[in-house]
């Protein structure tokens, strides 16, 4: 019993220390956040605060979503150096213009894909692009 005592103690101190604290905590009002300026000048130098608005990066490849060629072989071999937004933004291409990029990206860049998965990447670029207007370049 003796034993127990000090421990019971020193959980009341802590439970009324933890009322104190949140009982201060509830006064204090939180500071109001000042709205960012968006120009300071100081010294000469004027900063001035812009806002941009990047475009919404995919990183990966959606299937087809009219049950065309699926992502699985351009999602392992393409996605490891830049997003999948790289490719889904450019123009409708010819499949030739295709197989040239994907031909780069492999002897310029060393993409690290296999021989036997071109096919299937050429596949589903190729069907990405729109077949009704196709740009050659
Ligand atoms: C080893 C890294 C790497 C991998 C893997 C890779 N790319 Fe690229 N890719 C690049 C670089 C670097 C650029 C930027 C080239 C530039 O700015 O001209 C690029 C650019 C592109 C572009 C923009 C058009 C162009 O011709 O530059 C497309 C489309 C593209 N990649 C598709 C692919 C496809 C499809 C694959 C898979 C077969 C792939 N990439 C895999 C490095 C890679």
């Known amino acids: ?30 500071p109001a956040t000042e709205p960012t300026p968006a120009r300071v000048t100081a010294n ?30 351009i999602n392992a071999d393409c996605t490891a150096c830049h997003s999948a937004s790289m ?8 499949p030739e ?6 031909h780069k990206m492999r002897d310029v860049y060393h993409a690290p894909v296999p021989e036997e998965d071109v096919p299937a990447i050429l596949a589903y670029l190729t069907h990405l692009s729109p077949k009704a207007a196709p740009v050659t370049e």
């Open 44 to 73: 000469g130098f004027t900063l001035t605060s812009s806002t941009i608005e990047l475009p919404v990066e995919e990183p990966f490849f959606p299937d087809s979503p009219d049950g065309g060629p699926k992502a699985d072989t």
């Open 1 to 30: 019993m003796m034993r127990r005592l000090p421990a019971f103690a020193l959980l009341a101190a802590l439970a009324s220390a933890t009322l104190a604290v949140s009982a201060a905590g509830a006064r204090k009002p939180e």
């Open 87 to 94: 490719t889904l933004t450019q123009p409708a291409l010819s």
């Open 97 to 102: 213009t295709w197989a040239g990029i994907v």
